[in-house]
């Protein structure tokens, strides 16, 4: 599907630059942490386009506007978007950014467009119906990865299914989600760390979901699911831990580790990109 992604400057005026990156998903995170002088300095060597990379082939973004101080970001990959260092790389972003707002863009690419005053619709990937990522059987081999790409699926207090997140977040099958777990394989408890969840509460017709990424139109869910209440937890995955307890039990994050982890990251990043 490739590593592109979307970047746009904000000028003082309100006028903006739109960026494209080919090979610039991964690591936009990292790239961030320079700062907004270096992080402005490598979006004007980016390639200056016109058009933009809708929901489903975008798989970065940054918006920097110069004029009211704030940064937008999102990835679908890399530490922002890892259980383990998300909390790190979000407060060292902070740290490079002192001053400004930072936002993470649960919406993608559409919340670039909003925050601009634009149409979100524009770069909605129409027709391409929904992609859901296949149940996972205890034993996969993906949950024994440092960082799977993993949905827990919580349901009531006594389920617990695990799904490859590689494709729409669950939470946008609606009830219909219920029907294809059914008979599926059941985990008992997911220990292992997600990168996005959901706990469904069929009694009392109640939904919770999270993500460490982006999913499309993520403030719209309450529509898919006619007659629920839908809450969305955001990053919160420690909601889903707390909501379905005995289901859901993630290693614990060291955070000075992940600090550290990042930065090691980040040094590597700027290393490779400055190398002749």
């Known amino acids: 599907m490739g590593d592109r992604a979307n970047v746009v400057v904000v000028r003082e005026s309100g006028e903006y630059e739109l960026y494209l990156s080919r090979f610039g998903a991964i690591g936009i995170d990292l790239d961030l942490l320079a700062g907004p002088a270096e992080a402005l300095s490598m979006a004007r060597h980016l390639k200056a386009v016109d058009w933009w990379l809708d929901d489903v082939h975008c798989q970065g973004a940054a918006l920097l506007d110069l004029g009211r101080k704030v940064l937008m970001l999102f990835a679908w990959e890399g530490p922002s978007a890892e259980m383990r260092h998300r909390a790190a790389t979000l407060e060292l972003l902070q740290e490079a950014w002192t001053g400004w707002e930072v936002r993470w863009m649960y919406d993608g690419p559409a919340e670039l467009r909003t925050y601009l005053g634009l149409d979100p619709g524009h770069v909605r990937a129409r027709g391409s119906g929904l992609a859901v990522g296949p149940l996972l059987e205890p034993d996969d081999e993906e949950l024994a990865d440092p960082e799977p790409m993993l949905a827990v699926v919580t349901v ?65 869910m309450p529509q898919r699911w006619p007659g629920w209440t839908v809450e969305f937890w955001q990053d919160r995955w420690e909601e889903h831990v707390l909501t379905a307890p005995g289901r859901f039990s993630p290693p614990p994050v060291d955070h000075a580790r992940a600090l550290a982890d990042v930065r090691s990251a980040a040094e590597r990043r700027r290393e490779t990109r400055t190398r002749p």
């Open 156 to 220: 009531g207090t006594e389920h617990c299914y695990v799904l490859a997140n590689i494709s729409d977040h669950p939470v946008r099958e609606g009830a219909a989600l219920l029907d294809r777990l059914a008979g599926g394989p059941e985990h008992g408890v997911c220990r292992a760390p997600a990168d996005a969840g959901i706990h469904v509460d069929p009694l009392r017709r109640r939904v919770g979901w999270w993500v460490l990424g982006a999913s499309a139109q993520a403030y719209e």
